[in-house]
């Protein structure tokens, strides 16, 4: 059975920091991995997908990676902004089923 | 393009009353996924549609019910609800395309509570 842990549970930093988070996972006969943002109240916003024949993912600050072998990937935010502030979100397939298993989340806060 | 919309965003029930939730998506998805969120549970998987007219059970279906008689469409029922079904329900779709396999889009949720 698949899981997926994201730790810590929650970072605050002040703004413009790099900063790192980390998804583990257990089985890693995966196909992809997903990384989310949900908003307070809101609903979840795709930011990166990565397929399991690719090493890493970018969109604008944003740059994902991934190692099967040791069942991590890992979420970059250059320069982060009190707008990145969101919990972040990273799931993963559980192997042939169309369920996505997810990590509880990391609550992140970028103060001014 | 609206992406996936759902209706309504907020609903109070109480206890043995039923209601339908709806999600709608204008991106022409066969993949359409019902999902509840719940403190310190994560997001799970309620019941799913790999294409018009199918549906099949996730995680935690028990209490549920869902259709597909639309592509575009997927219905989530509460036939009798139960306190332990006050959580935020989000639906979430995606293609079949191979390079996009799995990137599923969420819709804004619906907060529903039963009292």
């Known amino acids: 059975k698949q899981e997926v842990t994201q730790i810590p549970a929650a970072l605050s930093v002040p703004e413009g920091e790099n900063l790192v988070l980390n998804c583990s996972f257990t089985d890693s006969a995966i196909y992809n991995l997903q990384w989310f943002r949900q908003d307070p109240g809101k609903g979840l916003t795709s930011l990166l997908l990565?397929?399991?024949?690719?090493r890493e993912q970018t969109s604008g600050r944003l740059n994902a990676s991934l190692d099967k072998s040791s069942g991590r990937s890992t979420l970059y935010i250059a320069a982060s902004q009190p707008g990145d502030s969101a919990t972040y979100l990273c799931a993963v397939p559980q192997g042939g089923s169309e369920k996505l298993v997810f990590g509880k989340g990391m609550k992140l806060t970028v103060n001014p | 393009n609206a992406g996936v919309t759902q209706t309504p965003k907020f609903r109070v029930l109480k206890t043995g009353q039923s209601m339908t939730l709806l999600c709608a998506q204008d991106m022409n998805h066969e993949y359409m996924y019902w999902y509840r969120q719940d403190p310190g549970m994560g997001l799970r998987l309620i019941h799913y549609?790999?294409?018009?007219?199918?549906?099949a059970k996730g995680e935690v279906p028990d209490g549920y019910n869902v259709s597909r008689l639309k592509k575009q469409n997927f219905l989530l029922g509460l036939e009798s609800a139960a306190p332990s079904q006050t959580s935020v329900y989000f639906c979430a779709s995606r293609s079949d395309s191979l390079s996009s396999y799995n990137e599923q889009f969420f819709g804004p949720g619906t907060r529903l509570t039963v009292l």
């Open positions: 549609s790999v294409g018009e007219g199918t549906t």
């Open positions: 990565i397929q399991s024949s690719q």
